[in-house]
Structures are given as structure tokens and as C-alpha cells.
């Protein structure tokens, strides 16, 4: 069973932003957040922004600095990296043959932000074995932290 990706308000804005700051060359970034059983369980505890080491309108890959540091993040935090997120800044938010070529990792998300519309358009993935499935995008509320004993929502 695949397990929708929730993002908050938030981490939606700090991906499409960054998209947005990437034009006119595609943009990149992960996801960091906990897996269970081998499996991300949805949750995005983090949106990564990162550089663009093809600095390409068409080809991204994620600059290997940001990659580590990433991987660092995701360590302290008891994390996974479990998903990479990019722009298409003319074409639909469907995986390219570049795209399902270039998918590292069975189990991460791969959200991907159009531009070819007004509006942005961004729509999530996993890709097995070059069989692209589409992912539904839930945006959630993050837990509410009151710090009166017993009061904090997880």
C-alpha cells in the first residue's frame, strides 16, 4: 500500500517557492521524514531546498554538497531522506523518460511543480521499475504544541 504524501501548508510553499525561484532553470530539493518497515510513512518532516547542479532548464540534479547535508539533517533528526522534489518550467507535472531514468530509490516520493499552466501545478509520484504511479498530495495542519502538561496534539 502506497501512503499518500502529507505536506503542510508550509513545506507546499517552501517547495513551490523555491520552484519559483529556480526559473528559468528547473529546481530541486528532498523530502526528509521518518519510514517505517522500510517505507516512508508520508509524513514530511522536512522540505530541503536545493541547488540545481545542472543549472538546466530541462536536467536537474541535486548539487552533491546539498545532498550531504541533507543526509546530515535527516541523521540528527532520526530521519530519512524520502523524497526529491523538482520543477518542469514548460511541460506537465508528469514524470519525463529522464525523470523515471533517474529514480534513485524505489520508496521516495517524486513531486513534481509545473509551470506550463498560470497557476502552478504539482503532483506526486513513485516510480518502480520505470511503472509510474501518481501519489495523492494531502496538505495537513502540523501538531499543535501547547506546553502545559498533557496538552500537546501528536
Given at each position: 500500500?502506497?501512503?499518500?504524501?502529507?505536506?503542510?501548508?508550509?513545506?507546499?510553499?517552501?517547495?513551490?517557492?523555491?520552484?519559483?525561484?529556480?526559473?528559468?532553470?528547473?529546481?530541486?530539493?528532498?523530502?526528509?521524514?521518518?519510514?517505517?518497515?522500510?517505507?516512508?510513512?508520508?509524513?514530511?518532516?522536512?522540505?530541503?531546498p536545493c541547488?540545481?547542479?545542472?543549472?538546466?532548464?530541462?536536467?536537474?540534479?541535486?548539487?552533491?554538497?546539498?545532498?550531504?547535508?541533507?543526509?546530515?539533517?535527516?541523521?540528527?533528526?532520526?530521519?530519512?531522506?524520502?523524497?526529491?522534489?523538482?520543477?518542469?518550467?514548460?511541460t506537465t507535472?508528469?514524470?519525463?523518460p529522464t525523470?523515471?531514468?533517474?529514480?534513485?530509490?524505489?520508496?521516495?516520493?517524486?513531486?513534481?511543480?509545473?509551470?506550463?499552466?498560470?497557476?502552478?501545478?504539482?503532483?506526486?509520484?513513485?516510480?518502480?521499475?520505470?511503472?509510474?504511479?501518481?501519489?495523492?498530495?494531502?496538505?495537513?495542519?502540523?501538531?499543535?504544541?501547547?506546553?502545559?502538561?498533557?496538552?500537546?496534539?501528536?
Amino acid at each position: 500500500m502506497t501512503r499518500a504524501l502529507r505536506l503542510t501548508a508550509h513545506q507546499h510553499r517552501v517547495i513551490v517557492g523555491h520552484c519559483y525561484d529556480g526559473l528559468p532553470d528547473e529546481a530541486c530539493g528532498l523530502l526528509l521524514g521518518p519510514m517505517e518497515r522500510g517505507v516512508p510513512t508520508g509524513v514530511v518532516t522536512e522540505a530541503v531546498p536545493c541547488r540545481n547542479a545542472d543549472a538546466s532548464a530541462r536536467t536537474y540534479t541535486v548539487e552533491p554538497k546539498d545532498m550531504l547535508n541533507a543526509m546530515r539533517a535527516a541523521e540528527a533528526a532520526s530521519v530519512e531522506i524520502v523524497g526529491v522534489w523538482h520543477s518542469h518550467t514548460h511541460t506537465t507535472a508528469y514524470p519525463s523518460p529522464t525523470d523515471v531514468r533517474q529514480a534513485v530509490d524505489p520508496t521516495w516520493y517524486y513531486p513534481i511543480v509545473s509551470f506550463r499552466d498560470d497557476a502552478p501545478v504539482v503532483r506526486a509520484y513513485r516510480i518502480v521499475d520505470g511503472e509510474i504511479t501518481e501519489i495523492p498530495i494531502e496538505l495537513v495542519e502540523p501538531p499543535r504544541v501547547d506546553f502545559r502538561p498533557g496538552r500537546s496534539e501528536f
